[in-house]
């Protein structure tokens, strides 16, 4: 059976739903659906659960992907169509140093002693840090933010996990962890100012529902544009990641909890240049497969 994508529209829709469901080319409206509360009860039945919205969506009445899109381009104004797929009352946590390019670039960034990005990297413990509230992601086509004090910023491209509350993978989404390079490298303890503020989290455009507890194999490729030329490219295969799948989430899980589930971001491989530096303006574009494309511009915040 094909793919099941779940997307999350800013607007409910002229169907009276927030979320649907896509299954090939078909899409069907999930009215009364909350993620969060689809998540909790796919605890101990991922199979079950996504099927059960599979076989649903195949035996409902649907439209067209293209059609769903033209329809929900007449409701609401001009704001971008689609929310992030996540609800306001869920996390996003992210993972560092995954990639050996990771830590070549964190260790060129520092102003400190580079052997903690050496240790972290080989360490079993992950680093592991908050990254966002679902309230304050943005979602595809909507703006991701430079800190207006920062003066070397860039994205970072990443797979998402969807997890439920038992810590069970139900997905993969396309995440990009804005960064800003010169206020981690001043200090590592800076992390949280260069990574959390206004507009630093984007998702999207949709959660690939598939129950496995391995890393999805794919090709993460970024393309940056400014003023319609391209100023960066870069590819990696999620293969390189350094750290198991399983790892990453047993220790997010540690001494916590998530009741609503949780994404985590597994890590960045690709990194531009260090003469590099977004500028509002910028065109961010993620493509990983079979997800889709995660496109955002830059603005200042």
């Not at 399983?246 to 971001?265: C, H, K, T, W």
Request: net charge negative; proline share 4%.
């Amino acid at each position: 059976m094909s793919d099941v994508l779940l997307y999350r529209f800013n607007h409910h829709s002229v169907m009276g739903a927030n979320w649907i469901a896509r299954v090939s080319d078909q899409v069907n409206y999930l009215r009364d659906f909350t993620l969060s509360g689809w998540l909790r009860n796919s605890v101990g039945r991922v199979d079950e659960a996504i099927n059960e919205i599979k076989v649903y969506s195949l035996n409902a009445t649907t439209i067209s992907f293209n059609r769903a899109f033209s329809q929900q381009a007449l409701v609401g104004n001009s704001a971008p169509m689609f929310a992030a797929p996540i609800e306001h009352d869920q996390e996003v946590w992210a993972t560092g140093v995954t990639y050996e390019r990771s830590r070549e670039a964190r260790q060129h960034e520092t102003h400190v002693t580079t052997d903690i990005y050496d240790q972290v990297y080989n360490a079993k413990r992950p680093e592991l840090f908050f990254k966002a509230v679902g309230r304050s992601v943005v979602g595809q086509s909507w703006h991701v933010g430079i800190r207006r004090d920062a003066s070397w910023s860039v994205p970072e491209p990443e797979i998402g996990i969807v997890l439920n509350p038992a810590m069970e993978v139900v997905g993969f989404t396309i995440g990009n962890d804005m960064s800003s390079r010169d206020i981690e490298g001043e200090n590592p303890l800076y992390l949280t100012q260069a990574k959390v503020y206004t507009a630093s989290c984007a998702l999207g455009p949709g959660i690939l529902l598939v129950n496995q507890q391995e890393m999805l194999e794919s090709t993460v490729y970024m393309r940056i544009q400014r003023d319609g030329a391209a100023v960066f490219e870069g590819e990696i295969h999620s293969s390189q990641m350094r750290r198991p799948l399983a790892d990453m989430i047993e220790y997010l899980g540690r001494s916590n909890q998530f009741p609503n589930g949780v994404i985590l971001l597994t890590g960045t491989g690709i990194i531009p240049p260090n003469d590099f530096t977004l500028e509002a303006g910028d065109v961010i574009t993620i493509t990983v497969e079979p997800i889709g494309t995660l496109t955002n511009t830059v603005k200042v915040v």
